[in-house]
């Protein structure tokens, strides 16, 4: 098992920054890759962003060159850096972890609200 806290959401004005963490822990061994997704009110579940175990990244269009995923394998954190936010970054921000052993499995944590204010 996997396990997934996320911290660091808030209020913040358009133009802010604000700086989420994912902490992992469980079987962190065969973790492959870590994302941050997004859910906006009447809206799908969105990839924000991920990184893969070689560091490998990948970002949604809309924020690109904005935020900034990153991980520190000492302390099994996922961070997303959030730069110029928008008010249409506005969400539930959550943490997902895909596990590869015998299978592949997803793990998700129970997001954190990020609200920018226009």
């Known amino acids: 098992q996997v396990q997934l806290v996320e911290s660091g959401g808030g209020l913040v004005q358009a133009g802010g920054s604000l700086r989420l963490s994912c902490t992992v822990s469980g079987s962190i061994s065969s973790i492959k890759a870590e994302g941050w997704y997004r859910q906006a009110p009447g809206n799908q579940r969105e990839l924000v962003a991920n990184?893969?175990?070689?560091?490998?990244?990948n970002y949604a269009d809309s924020v690109k060159g904005r935020f900034t995923i990153s991980r520190d394998n000492a302390r099994n954190t996922v961070y997303l850096q959030m730069n110029s936010l928008k008010p249409e970054d506005t969400g539930v921000y959550y943490c997902k972890a895909v596990r590869v052993s015998l299978f592949t499995t997803n793990y998700w944590g129970k997001g954190t609200l990020v609200t920018v204010s226009s």
């Open positions: 990184i893969t175990s070689a560091g490998s990244t």
